[in-house]
């Protein structure tokens, strides 16, 4: 799990280096979140969207104080996933994990996208 913490806050800190923002909220995973049959499921998908979302926001606004509070929040949430996968039916799990896969790969492209492109001159120097 230091792993997943590690690359969620370098991807974060990459993208403080770039430049202007999207201006739309909320990752689009968030906006069409599942539901399932158990409250905790239900309850990991809330917690997830919203702290994703307010990561991304902080990504976006290069509010490096925010991005190392919810750091260890988010990576906390994510290592929950297994735990709650286990009390669904093996279909939902599969949704569950997909899931929340989908937003860690959001989160990634909000971060990529908020870094500055990098421009590589080419043979003549332009």
Wanted: net charge positive.
């Amino acid at each position: 799990m230091k792993y997943l913490h590690t690359a969620i806050m370098a991807i974060a800190l990459f993208a403080l280096a770039g430049c202007g923002g999207s201006k739309q909220t909320g990752l689009p995973a968030t906006r069409k979140a599942p539901t399932f049959a158990t409250a905790a499921a239900n309850g990991y998908v809330k917690d997830l969207s919203q702290t994703a979302n307010d990561y991304v926001e902080a990504i976006r606004a290069k509010d490096v104080r925010k991005i190392k509070v919810l750091t260890p929040k988010l990576t906390e949430i994510m290592r929950t996933r297994q735990t709650v996968a286990k009390g669904l039916k093996p279909e939902e799990a599969s949704k569950l994990l997909a899931w929340s896969y989908v937003i860690m790969r959001q989160i990634q492209d909000a971060a990529t996208a908020a870094a500055p492109s990098a421009s590589v001159p080419n043979a003549k120097g332009q």
